[in-house]
Structures are given as structure tokens and as C-alpha cells.
């Protein structure tokens, strides 16, 4: 398929460990965006990027949290001494260059992060 | 500062009639304007933008929405209710000024019942 793929899909860590999730966006999106959506929210945006450089990270809550985008396609998200009100799915999400804002996103499936 | 309010929670409508899904925006300049579905373990998934032009948005499975300047809203709408429909619906909203990040409403569930 050609869509936004994320792995892994479900991720069970303890309290204080390291995890790295990935995201595989659509081919040919400049654009990429991480959010976090808790149980009954709307996605919250994190970060995005356009091409290899974060253009927006307003959304991280702190600096445990870090994305990268090396090659300009696939990103990774990374939280560090993770806690347990980290639990969340983490959304992925491609599109079209930035554009002013105009271009609708393509999400991924999603990580569920869940912190013992 | 964007922000976006589904004031329902759960909306229950009965297969055949027409339902209707509230969406209020709040942004300092012009407005873009999303709605996207969420079905169980998948991803969010487009159904339809405002951006500019004509006010009556159609879009994916015969949804289409009303952008309204004044009341500042985005109510999303579909003439007749299929089962298939049900699932949970997200307006989100930009401002056109600047790359600001899109800002997603809590959700509202839509139950279409037989």
C-alpha cells in the first residue's frame, strides 16, 4: 500500500526506559507531523517537518521528547525516561508540502505506547 | 491561539434519517477547516476541507459541510445515515496565516443504529 505506515504498532515499555518510534510516510510528502492522542482527545500536535529540518516543535511537552527526519522521508520520534503519562497513541502523518496549511494530512495507524 | 469545540459528545441517529455533527472554531485571521474519521484501530482519515470559495463542502461518502463565517462554525452533514457511518468524527482548523500547527476538536461519536 502506498499509505502512511507506522511501526512498531503496539509498544509495552517500563517506566524510565528509551523507546524510538517510526514513521514511513507517504512517497513524495515533504511535509511530516507527529501527534499524541489520548484516551477520548483529539490528536495533539508535536512536531513537523518540512523536508529534514523540524519547522514546528511547539508541541513537545518537554525535552524528553526528540524527532528526527535525516533523509527527509522516514522520521523517528524518540522519548527518553519515559513515564507513564506518556501513554498515548502516537499519530504520524504525511501530505503535500506545507502550502500555507491547505493540504489535508494522511495518517498512519499509529503507535499505543503504553509505560509500566 | 486556534481552537475547536465539538460540544457533543455522542450523537445517536437512526439509519436512514440525516445526522449532523457540530464543529466551532476559534482563530485570530481565516480559517481552514478539516473533518476527519476515525474507525476502530485504523487511522484518521479525510473526509473534507474548507479552504476557500463556496461555502457547502461536499466530500468523501456523501458527507459534506457547512462553512459558516458568522457562527464560526463547520457543522458536518449527510442527508441519510448508514450504519456504516458510525464511528468517531474530528473537526480541526488552521489559520491560513502562517504554517501554524492544525488543531483537532476532542471528537464526537456517531452512533447510526438500524
Known amino acids: 500500500g502506498a499509505g502512511v505506515s507506522q511501526t512498531p504498532s503496539n509498544k509495552v515499555t517500563e517506566k524510565g526506559k528509551y523507546v524510538e518510534l517510526r514513521c514511513d510516510p507517504i512517497s513524495g510528502h515533504t511535509a511530516l507531523y507527529w501527534y499524541r492522542q489520548s484516551l477520548g482527545q483529539g490528536p495533539e500536535f508535536l512536531i513537523y517537518?518540512?523536508?529534514?529540518?523540524?519547522?514546528?516543535d511547539s508541541g513537545l511537552p518537554n525535552d524528553r521528547f526528540f524527532a528526527v527526519r535525516p533523509e527527509g522521508s522516514v522520521s523517528t520520534l524518540k522519548i527518553q525516561r519515559t513515564e507513564r503519562g506518556d501513554s498515548a497513541v502516537y499519530l504520524c502523518a504525511s501530505s503535500l508540502t506545507i502550502a500555507g496549511g491547505r493540504n489535508e494530512q494522511f495518517f498512519g495507524p499509529g503507535t499505543r505506547l503504553t509505560v509500566l | 491561539a486556534q481552537s475547536v469545540a465539538q460540544p457533543e459528545d455522542q450523537v445517536n441517529v437512526a439509519e436512514g434519517n440525516p445526522l449532523t455533527v457540530k464543529c466551532t472554531y476559534s482563530?485570530?485571521?481565516?480559517?481552514?477547516l478539516f473533518w476527519y474519521v476515525q474507525y476502530p484501530n485504523r487511522g484518521l482519515q479525510f473526509l473534507l476541507k474548507y479552504i476557500t470559495g463556496d461555502n457547502l463542502v461536499k466530500g468523501s461518502y456523501g458527507f459534506e459541510a457547512e462553512f459558516n463565517k458568522s457562527q464560526t462554525s463547520f457543522h458536518l452533514k449527510k442527508p441519510s445515515a448508514l450504519v456504516s457511518d458510525s464511528a468517531l468524527y474530528f473537526c480541526a482548523v488552521r489559520d491560513i496565516r502562517g504554517n501554524t500547527p492544525l488543531v483537532f476538536g476532542k471528537g464526537t461519536r456517531l452512533s447510526v443504529i438500524a
Open positions: 482563530v485570530s485571521g481565516n480559517p481552514y
Open positions: 517537518f518540512q523536508g529534514t529540518g523540524a519547522a514546528d
